[in-house]
């Protein structure tokens, strides 16, 4: 239901702006006022308003205090579906709306386990996956893609920042899992960041009409350096490059808690003098995520490189409430795959090496490869 309740008064999740300014107790006279000066500055939506602060606000009221609190206020209540400062018992009750979205292995679920004893991403999460160029970024993006259409029965947001994204590649992996991708996978190429905060607002009008679940960004860091490219010693696009990003950050969490649902983002690394090998971003990133996960390449054996396998191992490196654990994965034909099915996982790749670019499921029988 797109309402709650609190103190016996029944509220909107997502009122649009003009019922926010109602439920916030400003008159008819008001409403007309606040919610000319909001058009005139491209805010239509709540998603647009919960990213700003309330000074921002006053000053775009011309300092009106008093509208500001009230409306500011009921954001606040809006947010957190209730009061700020929440009792255990409140905390418990809001756990049990968490969904949880298993990975393709085993041991990443164990590495994923909570203390509820739940395993796999959990809505309301940012997760950060970074790591070096092989190491399967994007084909885990499109198989937790699938993963979520199977199991929650749901559509998925895809921003494709890299060209990296093939539909008959993802049509693929969608058989291989028997799900029909066709109509309930959105995708968007951008350039720059401009375009991707562009999307993010243009998703944020379909992801309860098309029931997106998950909105994955492939990868975050490509169209901001393409918009803020940084030349040797000339650092000039450094600070509006961080503020940028960090308003889009800020944009993420707020999805992800408005619509319980989980936002995935890859990231590339750099060499640092100091640090070594170290994600993209600097601290804007590094405090973005909830969950942020490294990707390694490991030591790979002879039969793994005959048949262009790759054995990877995926690491919590910073998670409020996650220990620092790893999990091991296969990157194959098939997308992300568990090394505990390591012969069906053979047998299937040496079918498709030696047939061609083809479409198998997971008893791996042939199937016809239309889009």
């Not at 000319?36 to 009106?64: A, C, D, P």
């Not at 929650?152 to 008959?168: L, P, T």
Request: charged fraction near 25%; aromatic fraction near 8%; glycine fraction near 6%.
């Amino acid at each position: 239901m797109n309402t709650f309740e609190f103190e016996g008064q029944t509220y909107l999740k997502n009122p649009t702006i003009l019922e926010l300014l109602s439920e916030a107790g400003l008159d008819d006279e008001n409403i007309i006022r606040v919610a000319t000066v909001f058009e005139r500055l491209s805010i239509s939506r709540l998603f647009h308003l919960q990213t700003i602060t309330q000074g921002q606000m006053e000053k775009m009221l011309n300092g009106n205090k008093k509208i500001t609190n009230d409306i500011f206020s009921h954001l606040q209540l809006i947010k957190h579906q209730g009061r700020i400062i929440k009792t255990g018992d409140e905390l418990n009750d809001i756990e049990k709306h968490y969904n949880y979205l298993l990975t393709p292995s085993t041991s990443l679920d164990m590495m994923l386990t909570y203390s509820n004893a739940e395993s796999g991403f959990r809505t309301q999460s940012v997760i950060e996956i970074y790591g070096p160029a092989g190491v399967g970024k994007t084909q885990w993006a499109m198989t937790q893609a699938i993963i979520a259409m199977k199991e929650w029965d749901c559509s998925v947001g895809y921003i494709d920042s890299e060209g990296a994204f093939e539909y008959s590649r993802f049509n693929s992996l969608g058989k291989y899992y028997d799900v029909n991708v066709n109509s309930r996978i959105f995708v968007s190429n951008v350039n720059n960041f401009d375009e991707l905060e562009h999307s993010l607002d243009k998703f944020e009008e379909i992801i309860i009409d098309k029931n997106i679940r998950i909105l994955i960004i492939d990868s975050i860091i490509d169209p901001l350096k393409t918009q803020y490219p940084i030349a040797g010693e000339d650092l000039a696009n450094l600070q509006p490059r961080q503020r940028h990003l960090k308003t889009v950050v800020d944009k993420l969490k707020t999805l992800a808690k408005m619509y319980n649902m989980i936002i995935l983002y890859t990231n590339q690394i750099r060499a640092d003098f100091e640090k070594g090998i170290t994600p993209q971003g600097g601290n804007v990133l590094s405090h973005a995520s909830d969950i942020r996960i490294e990707l390694k390449e490991q030591e790979q054996n002879e039969q793994f490189e005959l048949l262009g396998l790759k054995l990877c191992k995926a690491t919590v490196v910073d998670c409020g409430f996650l220990p620092n654990l790893s999990g091991e994965y296969i990157v194959s034909p098939m997308g992300i795959m568990d090394p505990i099915e390591i012969k069906s996982i053979t047998k299937h790749t040496q079918l498709i090496n030696k047939t061609g670019y083809i479409c198998i499921n997971q008893d791996g029988d042939l199937i016809e490869k239309s889009i």
